[in-house]
């Protein structure tokens, strides 16, 4: 079994930064990546930002450029988020293969 517990969400003004943390615990294959995912209010949960074992980001392209992930040797991934408009507002989810935290609220106010 896998958790997932993630933290760092808030209330922020457009322009303004927050950095999500996810901590993994549980059987974690180090080589195996982790993602963020959001869902905005009344819109579907859609893929943001992947960390692959080896290192390696990819970005949705409307996040490109403000967030980064990140991870560390303790099983904690990170996502850095700079420049936030009142469209990044929604609820941020980690995941790790099949399993998925509770989710951190973001709120990007104008």
């Known amino acids: 079994q896998v958790q997932l517990v993630e933290s760092g969400g808030g209330l922020v003004q457009a322009g303004g930064s927050l950095r999500l943390s996810c901590t993994a615990s549980?059987?974690?294959?180090?080589?195996?990546?982790m993602a963020w995912y959001r869902q905005a209010p009344g819109k579907q949960r859609e893929w943001t930002a992947t960390i692959t074992g080896r290192g390696n980001t990819i970005y949705t392209d409307s996040v490109k450029g403000r967030f980064t992930i990140s991870k560390d040797s303790a099983n904690t991934v990170y996502l850095q988020m700079n420049s936030l408009k009142p469209e990044d507002t929604g609820v941020y989810y980690c995941?790790?293969?099949?399993?998925w935290g509770q989710g951190t609220q973001v709120t990007v106010s104008s």
């Open positions: 549980g059987r974690i294959d180090s080589m195996s990546g």
């Open positions: 995941t790790y293969k099949s399993f």
